[in-house]
Nanobody, 129 residues
Framework: VQLQASGGGLVQPGGSLKLSCAAS????????IGWFRQAPGKEREGVSC????????RYADSVKGRFTIVRDNTNGTVYLQMSSLKVEDTAVYYC???????????????????????WGQGTQVTVSS
């Protein structure tokens, strides 16, 4: 049972990347899925999530209007479309699943990272000219 994040790479400021999160051993369709990122020397922070309770997306203020999270139930994949990328978006990006339903208590946010119990290995996103 594991998650796999992919799609990272090197992109110039203002460019776009699309990250994918897929699972093996279980399906993502029934759980809140979150994207997190960790830059060197910084704590891991929440970027976005798609909630299972109401299907609605949530975004950190720093990425609102630039990132879009999409759940594709036809192939059990969650995507993070990133546009207008900035140097400060450089980080390792992780996807995570809340398979225990703990994000339900966080009605308007994605919840803290410790409520997510399944994590992928991360994919590097580097924004640089």
């Amino acid at each position: 049972v594991q998650l796999q994040a992919s799609g990272g790479g090197l992109v110039q400021p203002g460019g776009s990347l699309k990250l994918s999160c897929a699972a093996s051993g279980f399906t993502l369709d029934y759980y809140t899925i979150g994207w997190f990122r960790q830059a060197p020397g910084k704590e891991r922070e929440g970027v976005s999530c798609v909630r299972i309770a109401d299907g609605s997306p949530r975004y950190a203020d720093s990425v609102k209007g630039r990132f879009t999270i999409v759940r594709d139930n036809t192939n059990g994949t969650v995507y993070l479309q990133m546009s207008s990328l900035k140097v400060e978006d450089t980080a390792v990006y992780y996807c995570a699943a809340d398979t225990r339903g703990h994000t339900r208590q966080y009605a308007h946010t994605c919840g803290p990272r410790y409520v997510y119990d399944k994590w992928g290995q991360g994919t590097q996103v580097t924004v640089s000219s």
